[in-house]
Each structure stands twice: as structure tokens, then as C-alpha cells.
């Protein structure tokens, strides 16, 4: 049983464009939802992260946008540049219980 | 300068070895977990231990051991019953029942066998 789903499994954006990525859960007691990039080789590392009391969080051209009611949260990547092309997972636990439930992640190539 | 340590960088075993995955945090983190990854799998948990002396099985267990004998150690022991241990292992820590639960994660250890 799959409890967070991601797509699409691949993206290719060219270079200034936006990249969109989309999660959706199940289990509505999940309180805590990151993203992890990950490069070639190495270990993810926290991207950004929302809780849901808020509905978006920003944090420089990195955006997740949250709707509690579809139980689905997105990342937004603006202005992408070949330096994003990494690996993304979403994830979702619950507070003070901490185990991260990952999506399958979604491998983005942003294209000169 | 903290973090996690995983070692060896790239491990090979033979069918029928059993290998043990090394993993060292300083953070004074209390939780410390074990990923696997597969190509198009995501991450999925293997082992995961809150406090000292204690861990739980994740969904994947079977064919592995872990110890945590000390809180900044939390080694990994592929057994030869795991039938296709082939994979990108991740190990992790993290302060739990904090409002910030971030995860911080090692380098890996890329286990082929030969």
C-alpha cells in the first residue's frame, strides 16, 4: 500500500521555466510534509517543508503549495536552472512519530 | 563539523556473505533510520531506532539486522537470506517528537554483488 504518490516519475523543463511536482497522501493524520532533493551519488537533503495550518510556504524560488481537503501538496520550482536537475521526493509523517513516508520521486532535468 | 557517516563508500559481496554497513552520527541525534533505494522506488525503511538498545523493523526487514548499542552508531548487517540486496543504502537521523522532524541523511553505500 502505497500511502504517498508521486508524479510524474520524470520532467524535462527547459531553463527559466516552472517545474511542477505533485504528492498526494492518504492517511489524513500525516502533520508534516518535506521534500528532499537528491543529486547523483549522494544522500538527500531537506528542501523545504509545510505543515497544514498553512496553505503555501515559500522559500526562494522553491514554493509547495498545500490543499488539505484533496490531501495533495505540490512543489513549485521557479526560474529553474541546470542546477536543479536532481532527484525530488515528497514525503509525510506525523509529528513526534517520525517516520518519513517517501514518494517514489521524481527525476527533474532542466535543459540549458 | 556534524553530520552522518556511512561507510564503505562502494561495497561488494558475494551470494551466501553476509556485509555490515557502517553508519556514525555526531549530531546527538536520538533517531537514526535505514533506507533502502531503488531505482524508481523511493526510499524505503528498513530498520528505524528511537533510543539505545531498541529498534523496529520498516516495511522491508527481511534479510537484514541492525544493532544500536550506542546512540552515535547504528550499523546494518545484509544477511544472505535478503535474496537481492543490489542497492543504494541511505542511513538517517533525526531529533524525534520535535515539531521539526527534518531527516538528515548520509552519503550512502552502494552494496553490489558479485
Not at chain 1, 75 to 97: N, R, V
Not at chain 2, 38 to 61: E, M
Amino acid at each position: 500500500q502505497q500511502q504517498v504518490k508521486q508524479s510524474p516519475q520524470s520532467l524535462i523543463v527547459q531553463k527559466g521555466g516552472i517545474s511542477i511536482i505533485n504528492c498526494a497522501y492518504e492517511n489524513t493524520a500525516f502533520d508534516y510534509f518535506p521534500w528532499y532533493q537528491q543529486f547523483p551519488g549522494k544522500g538527500p537533503a531537506l528542501l523545504i517543508a509545510i505543515r497544514p495550518d498553512v496553505s503555501e510556504k515559500k522559500e526562494g524560488r522553491f514554493t509547495i503549495s498545500f490543499n488539505k481537503s484533496a490531501k495533495q501538496f505540490s512543489l513549485h520550482i521557479m526560474d529553474s536552472q541546470p542546477g536543479d536537475s536532481a532527484t525530488y521526493f515528497c514525503a509525510a509523517s506525523l509529528s513526534g512519530y517520525s517516520t518519513l513516508t517517501f514518494g517514489k520521486g521524481t527525476m527533474l532535468l532542466v535543459s540549458p | 563539523d556534524g553530520g552522518i557517516t556511512q561507510s564503505p563508500k562502494y561495497l561488494f559481496r558475494k551470494e551466501g556473505q553476509n556485509v555490515t554497513l557502517s553508519c556514525e552520527q555526531n549530531l546527538n541525534h536520538d533517531a537514526m533510520y535505514w533506507y533502502r533505494q531503488d531505482p524508481g522506488q523511493g526510499l524505503r525503511l528498513i530498520y528505524y531506532s528511537q533510543i539505545v538498545n531498541d529498534f523496529q523493523k520498516g516495511d522491508i526487514a527481511e534479510g537484514y539486522s541492525v544493532s544500536r548499542e550506542k546512540k552515535e552508531s547504528f550499523p546494518l548487517t545484509v544477511t544472505s537470506a535478503q535474496k537481492n540486496p543490489t542497492a543504494f543504502y541511505l542511513c538517517a537521523s533525526s531529533l524525534p517528537g520535535q515539531l521539526n522532524t527534518e531527516a538528515f541523511f548520509g552519503q550512502g553505500t552502494r552494496l553490489t554483488v558479485v
